[in-house]
């Protein structure tokens, strides 16, 4: 079975950046999509990105192209958030997930087998 850790989170003022890793125990990556979600208070758990790990595919939710990339660092077994340009509307707990590349709905949360504790991001001035 795979676990997931992630880290990264904080508080950044608007216009700033953070980069969320996604760190994995029991199993690689290599078989799976990650990907990262969020929850903000009375709001229901949003898809932000995932990565197939197996062939670099990504997919972003509209909110965050061209401001936030996913990614893999190989030396850290990890898939990373990179955020940029961050907005007081990002501020949400953000989870990492795991899920079969073999089973789609990539962009569902109830899709995904694994999940991480969240890492909280805040941004406000």
């Known amino acids: 079975q795979v676990q997931l850790v992630e880290s990264g989170g904080g508080l950044v003022q608007p216009g700033g950046s953070l980069r969320l890793s996604c760190a994995a125990s029991g199993r690689t990556f290599s078989t799976y999509a990650v990907g990262w979600f969020r929850q903000a208070p009375g709001k229901e758990r949003e898809f932000v990105a995932v990565y197939l790990w197996s062939t670099g595919s990504t997919l972003y939710t509209d909110s965050v192209k061209g401001r936030f990339t996913i990614s893999r660092d190989n030396a850290k077994n990890t898939v990373d958030l990179q955020m940029n340009s961050l907005k007081p509307e990002d501020t949400a707990v953000y989870y990492c997930?795991?899920?079969?590349?073999?089973?789609?709905?990539?962009?569902?949360?109830?899709?995904?087998?694994?999940w991480g504790q969240g890492t909280q991001v805040t941004v406000s001035s």
């Open positions: 997930a795991a899920k079969s590349s073999a089973t789609g709905g990539v962009n569902y949360a109830a899709r995904y087998n694994y």
